[in-house]
T-cell receptor, first 113, second 115 residues
Framework: TQLLEQSPQFLSIQEGENLTVYCNSS?????LQWYRQEPGEGPVLLVT?????EVKKLKRLTFQFGDARKDSSLHITAAQPGDTGLYLC?????????????FGKGTLLTVNP | NAGVMQNPRHLVRRRGQEARLRCSPV?????VYWYRQLPEEGLKFMVY????????ESGMPKERFSAEFPKEGPSILRIQQVVRGDSAAYFC?????????????FGPGTRLLVL
């Protein structure tokens, strides 16, 4: 059972376009994190959201945590080739095991020049 | 500032051999986590260690896998008698205190290929 479903699985767009990727679950998370992973490297943290309805901006990236803390979205404005990578969401369930991150399978984004 | 270091970056083993994966956490971090990324799968939690203690190994296969984080030196993930299904990328992460809301910093991973 995949607790975190990410969509789309693959996304190929042209430079300058906008895009949104989604991370959905039927479970509630105490916090949710977004990572970007380049080929051959480990995940690099982009943002952590902890409050239902929270919106965080990181330059051209906007992250939103759903009101019920079950889902999240990542919106990229005016995508650039440097945004290419695998975008992963990961949730922490809270309580005594909040260190145990549950990862989605990721969205592989390709931005063509 | 050195981040999490893992070595080797790539490891090839034949079935039945042993694989030893090393992880040096960020300096000053005392909490280490190991995750496994199988082809076409997301990262899966394996084990959480503090210095000299295994806190949670609920994600670790019951046989052939073991992990340690000694008082001195790197954390080691050991896989005995490897099988082809063990082929995966193994990532180590560290945090200054218990993870969750505390950021876990990931290393570059060790890609294990079992022939």
């Amino acid at each position: 059972t995949q607790l975190l479903e990410q969509s789309p699985q693959f996304l190929s767009i042209q430079e300058g376009e906008n895009l949104t990727v989604y991370c959905n679950s039927s479970s509630v998370f105490s916090s949710l994190q977004w990572y970007r992973q380049e080929p051959g490297e480990g995940p690099v943290l982009l943002v952590t959201v902890v409050t239902g309805g929270e919106v965080k901006k990181l330059k051209r990236l906007t992250f939103q945590f759903g009101d019920a803390r079950k889902d999240s979205s990542l919106h990229i404005t005016a995508a650039q080739p440097g945004d290419t990578g695998l975008y992963l969401c990961a949730g922490a369930r809270g309580g005594g095991s909040n260190y145990k991150l549950t990862f989605g399978k990721g969205t592989l984004l390709t931005v063509n020049p | 500032n050195a981040g999490v270091m893992q070595n080797p970056r790539h490891l090839v083993r034949r079935r039945g051999q042993e694989a030893r994966l090393r992880c040096s956490p960020v300096k000053g971090h005392s909490h280490v986590y190991w995750y496994r990324q199988l082809p076409e799968e997301g990262l899966k939690f394996m084990v959480y260690l503090q210095k000299e203690n295994i806190i949670d190994e609920s994600g670790m296969p019951k046989e052939r896998f073991s992990a340690e984080f000694p008082k001195e030196g790197p954390s080691i993930l050991r896989i005995q008698q490897v099988v082809r299904g063990d082929s995966a990328a193994y990532f180590c992460a560290s945090s200054p205190s218990q993870g969750g809301r505390e950021t876990q910093y990931f290393g570059p991973g060790t890609r294990l290929l079992v022939l």
